[in-house]
């Protein structure tokens, strides 16, 4: 059983009366209804809980945690972001969604300043499978296509990611790379884009079964943690300095 | 369940009473052996069966083939090297062990020489983990250590791989690029070092997890088959040309 | 002085008077032309030419080789492929241009079928750069916008690239991973997606600085060549086999 | 002309004699001596300085920033890590030598830990060539022996590499990813092992020419910076939400 915990910052949801209608119970509800499965196990935590939610215990607990955030990442408290990126580098899978490329866990792992190109336009988003040999797009056509979505353009401002999954194309003539898998410490990290919050992405079967395909993906499966520091030799050595 | 076939050439076995002693049934029934699980599904084939065991029938049957070969390379007809090719391609997993990196299969799918520096002095070899949140480390502690081994030095030359997951140290001086993956098409390709044919490493519950972990990880999983050729436009367009 | 040769199979140019109209020297003429510069020396070969112009001697004085081929595919003799194989593993560089991904000599290095979908329907591409550090990308603005140009769209059946620098946008709705390195032995590759022999993608400014940037790159530049073989130990050791 | 600034925090060199003998200038000044080359100009700055030597006119002027560090960390204001990540997000390369892997501009690029194993014996390195198609091996036989160096094993806590091009062999018995370069935002990096204060290492002909190797393949060769933020459509769209 992978246990998932969705964070959502929560505030669109809140505040915006055309995001309430997409999402009335909130972007993590539909999630977690739209990813749960007969070994996925899912729990949601948000910014206003207390430590927003993600406590000690609750990432000890959680194998993959999926972040959504965006008018909130200010907010996030630092020692927050550092205690989520020690579980990261220590073995935690992280799936970050859509206007998390901003997030402060985000820029943090990458080291670099994630902007990107956007525009609200609801345009046409179609996401090619360039990667069909990956298990994160297993069960996936050629092509997913999203009605109505923000756009998102090059040049993102990652580390050249691991593995390339997916590669937007977008009406209004820019490509995306909408797929990216990273590894830090013991963690896999899968970027994804689709999202913005006044579109009903979440709902979409195939976007789900991405996300989905990215938590088995994800979850912890490497070797035993590596001990660092002062080493004593293994072989005999002779000393020369 | 996983269905493997173990592909040995099976002539030292018969010609060299000294590897006849370390694998009295030949390296593929002590692999079989080895690996099998309760959802791994283990068959085998060997070279002087007809159409090397590989018919078409066979490969069809089977969602990772694991290959060891050495003195019988060039016995290998051209015609079942294309076939296994094209499994891999439509996304059959392949595993290629120690002096498999001169097989016909391997240098095709990797495009070049695939040489590499030897020496046979029965010295230790360890493997360490460089990249411990991968699968096919899952379950290893921080290095593997063999304390008798044929010697594999570099330049290994192969393209640089998707993932490189061990290196070896050896006594004699040298390092070696020993577990690397490669994805080719829809087919997930994983090397692996050890196994000279004199020595029991093929016994050894670390390598065995190791090969394990491998077919795991490359069994298929991904997309769609891709539709290539001529494609009719998705969008409306402007003929200029 | 770094010295090109550019290769062409020159055939459509004989035969088609669309593209005798375009080209009308060749396409290699019109590639030799314009990437000329103080430190890049260029000449050209051909399909009908004796050896198809690379001789021994001829590759033996090339550093980058750029490779230009389409209808004449299967009358490359397949000794000189090899022989263009082994420069390159020895430190020749190659930039395979458009059509030449079905190029022997492309397909033999990558291991792949490196199909595509494809349509000729003079539509628009826009290149947008993924890779700003590249020096493949030195002097570009975001994107090159190609007016009219043939479709490729994905999935391209290549092995995961080394490097990606360019993703295509087309008009009727699919992306291209439009520029991608790879290295293979000693030699770098760089393919390079547009030039179709219908237009008159060649006298573009922005695609000719690319193809110059490539050849920059893909001189050769790196260490002594590795001796491979039986190889005696550089520390002592202990024989246990 | 390449602007090189060397950066050392000079602390060891000040309060160890052991040191001193070695460095009697500081480490940056034989660095500086070590690389200059007609191509290539040399500078220094060290943790003293005001602003440590890295004012934002030193940093305009500065094409490769080279890093050494190790009992200062600490003491480097976020302020000036702050203004150096910028202008490596903006095209300057950087070079990170040795205990740097620790420093805080290093771990703020890599969004890991950067911890590794260590071992203070004097023991032998030997660095292999395991890419020797790259600039940064140029004029480089297939390893570089050095005889007395602090040990350096894995697992090291990086982001996988973009590319590999040295691994160390210890005597004792310890294998390290030695050489990495890695791009983040326009610029280019380049780690590099070896260099611990208390060896002549940096009087190495081959470690000197690795690092001016080095410094030719960090400098600034990009695209255009790219512009980000809200962008207005490049074809006409049907907005539809």
């Known amino acids: ?12 949801e809140k505040v915006h009366e055309e995001v309430q209608k997409v999402y009335p119970d909130g972007i993590h509800q539909a999630l977690a209804k739209g990813i749960a499965a007969g070994d996925i196990e899912v729990a949601t935590a948000t910014l206003e809980e207390p430590e927003h939610g993600l406590t000690e215990e609750r990432l000890a607990n959680t194998d993959v945690l999926i972040w959504w955030g965006h008018m909130g990442h200010d907010k996030v408290d630092d020692a927050i972001v550092e205690r989520v990126q020690q579980r990261v580098l220590g073995g935690m899978g992280l799936i970050v969604l859509h206007s998390g490329h901003f997030s402060k866990i985000f820029k943090k792992l990458m080291g670099t300043g994630c902007d990107l190109k956007w525009r609200e336009a609801g345009e046409k988003e179609r996401l090619w499978v360039v990667n069909p040999a990956h298990p994160i797009a297993a069960g996936l056509p050629e092509y997913i296509t999203i009605e109505s979505e923000e756009m998102y353009g090059e040049h993102f401002d990652i580390p050249a990611p691991d593995e390339l999954i997916f590669v937007s194309w977008f009406e209004g003539g820019e490509v995306f790379r909408s797929g990216c898998t990273f590894s830090r410490g013991q963690g896999k990290i899968f970027y994804f884009r689709p999202g913005h919050e006044t579109y009903p992405t979440y709902y979409n079967p195939q976007v789900l079964q991405v996300i989905q395909n990215g938590v088995r993906w994800a979850a912890p499966s490497g070797a035993a943690a590596p001990v660092r520091g002062n080493h004593q030799p293994l072989e005999p050595i002779g000393n020369k300095g």
């Open 1 to 12: 059983m992978i246990k998932v915990t969705v964070w959502n910052e929560f505030l669109h």
